[in-house]
């Protein structure tokens, strides 16, 4: 079973920034589509960024501009970098990986911005 794990969050003053990572315990084939959710106290979680095999992003609104999503194919890796971070964005974040033959998520690490 694959697994996906999340790292670098923590707690971060207002203005500063973070960088998660979530890498595949081990090879997934046929990736479409990589991307980050985040789910706020109290809060439906809510997509993030993604990136396509192709290279391909979005971003939500509330992070354009800011928040910049990479991957690394050869690593089965992606990325998040977190600039400028705001109170607004301490969320518990998630990565999720779509695949041909199945999605996958990640236990989700916590983002703490402090004011």
């Known amino acids: 079973q694959v697994q996906l794990v999340e790292s670098g969050g923590g707690l971060v003053q207002a203005g500063g920034s973070l960088r998660l990572s979530c890498a595949a315990s081990?090879?997934?084939?046929?990736?479409?589509?990589m991307g980050w959710y985040r789910q706020a106290p109290e809060k439906q979680r809510e997509l993030v960024a993604t990136?396509?095999?192709?290279?391909?992003?979005y971003y939500a609104d509330s992070v354009k501009g800011r928040f910049t999503i990479s991957r690394d194919n050869a690593k089965n890796t992606v990325y998040l970098q977190m600039n400028s971070l705001k109170p607004e964005d301490t969320a518990v974040y998630y990565c999720?990986?779509?695949?041909?033959?199945?999605?996958?998520w990640g236990k989700g690490i916590l983002v703490t911005v402090s004011s």
């Open positions: 999720k990986v779509v695949a041909r033959l199945m999605d996958y």
């Open positions: 990136i396509t095999s192709g290279g391909g992003t």
């Open positions: 081990r090879t997934i084939f046929s990736i479409y589509v």
